[in-house]
Structures are given as structure tokens and as C-alpha cells.
T-cell receptor, first 119, second 112 residues
Framework: NAGVTQTPKFQVLKTGQSMTLQCAQDMNHEYMSWYRQDPGMGLRLIHYSVGAGITDQGEVPNGYNVSRSTTEDFPLRLLSAAPSQTSVYFC??????????????????FGSGTRLTVV | KQEVTQIPAALSVPEGENLVLNCSFTDSAIYNLQWFRQDPGKGLTSLLLIQSSQREQTSGRLNASLDKSSGRSTLYIAASQPGDSATYLCAVFGTSGSRLTFGEGTQLTVNP
């Protein structure tokens, strides 16, 4: 089925460990993004990418790294996990194009999420 | 900085009732606004997308309106059903920056 696939669904880390959350989409979307969702704070953008080889920071990028070597994949790396990074992480992708000098998005599709606990 | 607010934070209604969820945003320079549904432990599912040039969109029992000048959108759900129970989020895509800004959502419970 076409869509956004996230792995793993659940993960427990110890403080200081590193790991990579995987995200893959098969819709040939140029735009991909990572959000975290926390109670009382809603969804906050961590990093996003407008195409292979291009990434940029969102609202809360500290402690996370991303790269985009292919159109399909957009992994999120936690460099040294901290309890403050306990959250539910969502990957999303979208069609993207430029019009009148600005980027437009259409067809936002979310993955099912990764629930991460850092102890 | 764009801020999106959703009122109420939680709503409980009996089955069959018509209801309205509200979303307001601070910066009216938007390209589109989307309403999403999130079931517990699941990802987000897009319900309706309204372009900035549109006033409303309809899908089945759902109708979303947009008043860009006042920074408001409403999601109207007709004849609510227990299966409508979920959290509903609105998100705006602004003219500056390549991102969606989300509200915190309204948690809806429809009681049989």
C-alpha cells in the first residue's frame, strides 16, 4: 500500500544512547518532514527536506540530525538521547512545488508514528 | 510567528448531535488550511483541505469553512456518530516558510 512507513513503532533507549528512526515513502513526494507530538504542546516540526540532498531545521531541531540521500527515505537520528526526547515521532511527506516565488504543499500524508521512551 | 488555537480542547456529545469545532490562526497570510483526524495511538489522517481562495469544503458529513481575513476556520460535523470519536487538528500552511503549523487539537467523544 502506498504511504509513509515508519520503523520502529516502539523504542526504549537509555540516556546517552543514539539511534535512527526510519521513514520511507513510495509516493515520489519531494517534501518530507519530522514532527514530535507531546501532551499540551501539539505537533512541533523538527526538521524537513524539500528534496534529495536538501534539509532544513524546524522549530525544535536540537539533538536531532537528518539527511536525505534519496527521494524515498528521510531518517531521523538522535545523537545522544535525553529524557526530554521522550515523545511520539511522526514522519510526513507531501507533494511540493514552487509558485510565485514560494513553496506550496499538497497531499500531506503521515506515518503511524514511533513512540520513543528515554530512561 | 504563526500560532494556531483550537477551541474547545475537549467536547463530549450524544450521538446524532450536530457540532462545530473551531480553529483560529494569528497570521492570515496562508496558502491553505487542513483538518486532520487522529485516533488514539495512530497517525494523522487528512480530512479536508481548503485553499486560501476557497470559503469551504465538504466531504460527506463534514464541512469546513475558512475566513482568512478574520483568521478563523470551523469544522462542522453533522449527525455525529460514536465512530467520529477522535482528536481533530487543524493546521495552516503559511506563505513564509515551508511548514505546517498545528493547533493542539479538540478531543471529541460521541456517546452512544
Amino acid at each position: 500500500n502506498a504511504g509513509v512507513t515508519q520503523t520502529p513503532k516502539f523504542q526504549v533507549l537509555k540516556t546517552g544512547q543514539s539511534m535512527t528512526l526510519q521513514c520511507a515513502q513510495d509516493m515520489n513526494h519531494e517534501y518530507m518532514s519530522w514532527y514530535r507530538q507531546d501532551p499540551g504542546m501539539g505537533l512541533r516540526l523538527i526538521h524537513y527536506s524539500v528534496g534529495a540532498g536538501i534539509t532544513d531545521q524546524g522549530e525544535v531541531p536540537n539533538g536531532y540530525n537528518v539527511s536525505r540521500s534519496t527521494t524515498e527515505d528521510f531518517p531521523l537520528r538522535l545523537l545522544s538521547a535525553a529524557p526530554s526526547q521522550t515523545s511520539v515521532y511522526f514522519c510526513a511527506s507531501s507533494y511540493s512545488w514552487f509558485r510565485q516565488g514560494a513553496r506550496r504543499l499538497y497531499g500531506y500524508t503521515f506515518g503511524s508514528g514511533t513512540r520513543l521512551t528515554v530512561v | 510567528k504563526q500560532e494556531v488555537t483550537q477551541i474547545p480542547a475537549a467536547l463530549s456529545v450524544p450521538e446524532g448531535e450536530n457540532l462545530v469545532l473551531n480553529c483560529s490562526f494569528t497570521d492570515s497570510a496562508i496558502y491553505n488550511l487542513q483538518w486532520f483526524r487522529q485516533d488514539p495511538g495512530k497517525g494523522l489522517t487528512s480530512l479536508l483541505l481548503i485553499q486560501s481562495s476557497q470559503r469551504e469544503q465538504t466531504s460527506g458529513r463534514l464541512n469546513a469553512s475558512l475566513d482568512k481575513s478574520s483568521g478563523r476556520s470551523t469544522l462542522y460535523i453533522a449527525a455525529s456518530q460514536p465512530g467520529d470519536s477522535a482528536t481533530y487538528l487543524c493546521a495552516v500552511f503559511g506563505t513564509s516558510g515551508s511548514r505546517l503549523t498545528f493547533g493542539e487539537g479538540t478531543q471529541l467523544t460521541v456517546n452512544p
